[in-house]
């Protein structure tokens, strides 16, 4: 039951920035935005997390709306290796931090 | 170890087998969770340890399903009288306390369970 939304698949050039939408309109106040991506045949990987501000790491950039129900993921120079199933994640509301729903993600497929 | 390592990485059963699946969490992470990814599908918890707390088993889809952890380290999950529709893989993850509150968590490379 993921509480998000996102497209199924997009494609990206080689070097271009990869942008990554997603929808959580059910996101409380006070509960985290996480991605995670997982390459094929491997186990997911955390990238980045956010509340309310604009966040970076070395993976990528975060940006989520000011009403906080949308995001953003953008990979900067999207690489071969970024090729990926990308999960926009919130937590289930007033539960642990493990029963984390990842639905089905977007497919990024990075071209050369 | 350097990360959260899972065996067998492939299983091959019989429908009505019972199976066990190992899980190795980073050392020093006292949270571990199991999920399982069906063909094409994104990831469904099914339980998750925490230290010496009662383990949250919600996501467990049947009483043929069960997981024990040995104190901060080991967890098996087991499968009885295993079915066609438990194919599937099986994910394990780990996280410190702290990295738990920030949803950071590490995850092996799975276990592929395939039942015939």
């Known amino acids: 039951d993921a509480k998000t939304t996102q497209p199924p698949s997009m494609d990206c050039a080689e070097g271009r920035a990869a942008n990554l939408p997603c929808n959580h309109s059910t996101i409380s106040g006070n509960e985290y935005v996480y991605w995670y991506r997982q390459i094929h045949s491997q186990g997911p990987q955390y990238i980045i997390h956010g509340l309310k501000n604009n966040e970076t790491n070395e993976m990528a950039s975060l940006i989520i709306t000011e009403d906080r129900k949308s995001s953003t993921l953008i990979l900067p120079h999207a690489t071969l290796r970024d090729t990926a199933v990308y999960y926009c994640?919130?937590?289930?509301?007033?539960?642990?931090?493990?029963?984390?729903?990842f639905g089905r993600g977007t497919q990024l497929t990075v071209w050369p | 170890g350097a990360g959260v390592s899972q065996s067998p990485s492939n299983k091959v059963t019989e429908k009505g087998k019972d199976v066990e699946l190992r899980c190795d969490p980073i050392s020093g992470h006292t949270a571990l969770y199991w999920y399982r990814q069906r063909l094409g599908q994104g990831l469904e918890f099914l339980i998750y340890?925490?230290?010496?707390?009662?383990?949250?088993k919600s996501g467990l889809p049947s009483d043929r399903f069960s997981a024990e952890r040995t104190g901060e380290s080991v967890s098996t999950l087991t499968i009885q009288r295993t079915q066609q529709e438990d194919s599937a893989v099986y994910l394990c993850?780990?996280?410190?306390?702290?990295?738990?509150?920030?949803?950071?968590?590490?995850f092996g490379e799975g276990s592929r369970l395939t039942v015939l």
């Open positions: 993850a780990s996280s410190l306390v702290l990295a738990a509150n920030t949803g950071e968590l590490f």
């Open positions: 994640i919130d937590p289930d509301r007033g539960s642990t931090l493990g029963r984390l729903y």
């Open positions: 340890f925490q230290g010496n707390s009662a383990p949250d």
